[in-house]
DNA sequence: AATTTAATTGACGTGAACGTAAAGATAAGA
DNA sequence: TCTTATCTTTACGTTCACGTCAATTAAATT
């Protein structure tokens, strides 16, 4: 059980103990664990990947933070049922509530994320194209 | 030959007259034409082109002005290309020079969309097995 | 136990990308 | 020509997403 602080964190994930700070101040990062005021924040090796995660998602679909918090505000709800699964759930109708949730975060997720291929690729399709009238062009112009 | 005034540019182009100024400020967009101090900006449709395409590429790659400004830095100087070129350029050996840059700036900017798109691409294939495995395991639950 | 290193909270600072308000000037329409 | 809508420049304001002190405190190291 790996303990990590928050610069291995950043250092990790590819940012700095500010910017988790802050997230965790706006909420898009839960506290990282029950800790007296004034002691170290500490986390697990997962809490690495999923701040990772968000930062990816961040950078590739371009939301604000706020969107991003709505977006994923299952994603810190998870770590709690994470821990409610790990912990044994008996009840299967309970677990078919949390792989439910789990499915429709990740669905909405999904949904953006090819929006965004989409435009990107109709770009690329027009860019090619563009390209391809350039090229033509050269051609032309290129003595037989 | 159609006149526009920046409320029409902005508003076909999905953005703001303060934003089209405020490129023009910062070098993005060139100085729309001639005119004396006080004067109204004048726009040809094919500026409402140029100024959606600069607005989707920030979108979608996500850059700040100042590198869209390099990777585009073409864009405007190419407005100065399109009209030497319809002013009808004679030389051959200038009119390959002129498609040749056109074709740099255009394979610039594909590659930086395609390594997007690849990102993407990955993330979205990393969505779906996460919900393959979420949807497997409710599968498991429901009874046979 | 002493020292060094990294973290804590609090608060103010900063750069990017515009927004907004003021005081006019210009252009289009009646 | 008069009015009205839209534009001009200048300049200060604003939001987001952190950066950067400063004064302490907590952990890790020796």
Redesign the interface.
């Known amino acids: 059980m790996t303990e990590l602080r928050i610069g291995d964190v950043a250092r990790l994930a590819g940012t700095t103990p500010r910017t988790i700070r802050y997230y965790e101040e706006i909420g898009l990062l839960p506290p990282s664990a029950v800790r007296e005021r004034g002691a170290h924040r500490t986390y697990a090796e997962e809490d690495v990947e999923r701040l990772a995660d968000l930062l990816?998602?961040k950078?590739?679909l371009?939301l604000p933070l706020e969107e991003l918090k709505q977006l994923v505000e299952a994603e810190d709800a998870r770590a709690g049922l994470r821990r409610e699964w790990e912990g044994g759930v008996e009840d299967?109708v309970r677990?078919?509530q949390i792989?439910?949730e789990?499915?429709g975060h990740?669905?909405r997720?999904?949904s953006l994320?090819?929006r965004?291929?989409d435009?990107?690729?109709k770009?690329?399709e027009e860019?090619?194209s563009?390209?391809k009238r350039?090229?033509s062009?050269?051609r032309e112009?290129s003595p037989a």
Chains 1, 2 share one sequence.
């Open positions: 990816r998602l950078d590739l371009g299967p677990q078919r792989l439910e789990s499915r990740i669905d997720q999904l994320v090819r965004r291929r435009e990107i690729s770009l690329e860019l090619l563009k390209r350039v090229q062009r050269l112009l």
